[in-house]
């Protein structure tokens, strides 16, 4: 089992920067895939980033590149997604994911943090 906690989501103006962390616990990440998605109100839930965690490559989703960014800090078991030039349309419930590298499905999901961007 794996325990995802979101926090960083707040109510930022466009142009801003915010920083999403999200903290893993329950074993080991090794082997996982960690990753980010979101779904804004009467939208369905689309990715946004993913990174791999032993060697760390990342996929971003083609409507975020260049202004997000994901990473992983080993030592505190905890995926970030740095969001920067934040527009309206970044706002949505913000996921952290994570799946066994050999499976499509992400398995574990966290509870989610919200992200407000207004114009």
């Known amino acids: 089992q794996v325990q995802l906690v979101e926090s960083g989501g707040g109510l930022v103006q466009a142009g801003d920067s915010l920083r999403l962390s999200c903290a893993a616990s329950?074993?080991?990440?090794?082997?996982?895939?960690m990753g980010w998605f979101r779904q804004a109100p009467g939208k369905e839930r689309e990715f946004v980033a993913a990174i791999n965690w032993s060697g760390g490559n990342t996929q971003y989703a083609d409507s975020i590149l260049g202004r997000f960014t994901i990473s992983r800090d080993s030592a505190k078991n905890t995926v970030y997604l740095q969001m920067n030039s934040l527009k309206p349309e970044d706002t949505a419930e913000y996921f952290c994911?994570?799946?066994?590298?050999?499976?499509?499905?992400?398995?574990?999901w966290g509870q989610g943090t919200q992200v407000t961007v207004s114009s």
């Open positions: 329950g074993r080991t990440l090794s082997g996982y895939v």
């Open positions: 994911a994570a799946r066994f590298f050999i499976i499509n499905e992400y398995r574990y």
